[in-house]
């Protein structure tokens, strides 16, 4: 690279670190709420509760909005509150009673440092691609193998495929063994990686979007999947299949793995 590009690079960096700064600073502002102990599990509580809301507020409309159900995968379906609240208590259940211990024991071994300068925006982004696809990995092999093996399926898995046609607060409605596999995929690809701390908040919201999106039940035009190009997401669709078949669509987002290995199957969509 000559010394022009390098210049260019650098000036192009530097735009990107100014562009998030502002709202870096304001983060650091509440400093003191991002490193206790208690921000990781309200913040992952609020940010799926908060994903969740507006579906379960549709499920609640769609008997008398007709439109609505052109966008639902099971038209006729609406979870009713039995189905619900267990799903939401179970949640707020698991985050107080062990995701909470844990984030205790993890900020006190190693307590989190909030740099003073922001990531550029570049490196955000690369950063929560890469950590998105490397969760996808490890999720593909660790979801498969709880397939192929009837003890790990009956033991971690089963749990979560209680519901056969799923809506937004059956995403976290898995056993515990199932929860610390996914928290600890996501916190190892961060550490991996080194993430700013910007860019793991970034990582997990979008995470945790991903994932309701693919148990809503609902396929918008403006959903995800149809904003990625080549096919290259499977959405909600695909997971849909999945919690109905059992044999195909292993992976959470993306389609490459199952379509080596054989296992994607498409369904038709509205
Ligand atoms: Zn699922
Ligand atoms: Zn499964």
Redesign the pocket.
Known sequence: MNSHNRSELHVLCSSGQLLLQPLWDRLRAWGALIQSPFFPVFFSITTYVGFCLPFVVLDVLCPWVPTLRRYKIHPDFSPSARQLLPCLGQTLYQHVVFVFPMTLLHWAVSPALLPAEAPELFQLVSHVVLCLLLFDTEFFVW?LLH?KVPWLYRTF?KM??QNSSPFALATQYMSVGELFSLGFFDMMNVLLLQCHPLTALAFHVVNIWLSVEDHSGYDFPWSTHRLVPFGWFGGVAHHDL?HSQ?NCNFAPYFTHWDKILGTLRSAHTK
């Open positions: 979801h397939h898995h979560h495929h999945h059992f």
